[in-house]
């Protein structure tokens, strides 16, 4: 990771679907920088573009127009096949509903993204021991041969966050990450982010939760398509407890019910 430059900056982002009397821009015109180390929370309600914008910071989707910047590495044109190589490199993702393989235990879905990389190959008791080690970071050492069914909805979500740290990303991206979980696992996956944060992790997530929000350093505001809002959070609430305490609570259960 190069300390010289933004880790994202983007020029005048547009995209539009369809044509004519059925054009819509969702994104028209998003200009923003994130620094390195950073944890910044995009909000904006239903149909804003903020999910877009998060696939375009991704590199799952193009711009129509604009330029993006990814660790100083204009990716605005690359083809569907030179994103996918440079997501594996830099990008971590955690999703709303973990999307882990239900016939893989835990470290099996943390050792995916290993095996898929195509640079500075490990051996696989080299990745085990990687994907064990990030198990481990989040609380979740002693569930390492669970199966996603038995593990609770936080503890899923902390599996899907030891994956997306498996290669050591230069940026996690978060979408909506507390979203399908209960208000006690939530906080525990805020606490986690925050102390990955802590740690020297850029994180950027999006929410519609002014209480997850309310967590991070920097909250954008994204209103049809259009950055209406970009502030420092000075009331953010601090962390409360280390990392370790992600081994305190769940008990693992034959089905999750954090919804």
Known sequence: MNQDHPIIRTENLKKIYGSGEAQVNALDGITLTIQQGEFVAIMGPSGSGKSTLLNILACLDRPSEGRYFLDGIEVSQYSRRDLA????????????SYNLLPRL????????????????????????????????????????????????????????????LVNDPALILADEPTGNLDSHASQEILELLQNLH?????????????????????????????????????????????????????????????R
């Open 105 to 164: 235990t835990a470290l099996e879905n943390v050792l995916l993204p290993i095996f898929y990389r195509r640079e500075q190959r490990l051996s696989a008791e080299e990745a085990r021991q990687r994907a064990l080690a990030m198990l481990e970071s989040v609380g979740l050492g002693d569930r390492a041969h669970h199966y996603p069914n038995q593990l609770s909805g936080g503890q899923q979500q902390r599996v899907a966050i030891a994956r997306a």
């Open 85 to 96: 190589l440079i997501r594996g490199r830099k990008i971590g993702m955690v999703f709303q």
């Open 198 to 258: 802590a740690q020297g992790r850029t994180i950027v997530l999006v929410t519609h939760d002014p209480e997850v929000a309310a967590r991070t350093e920097r909250i954008l505001l994204i209103r049809d398509g259009h950055l209406i809002s970009d502030q420092s959070n000075d009331r953010r609430q601090p962390l409360v407890t280390p990392l370790a305490s992600a081994q305190r609570t769940e008990p693992t259960v034959e089905a999750h019910h954090d």
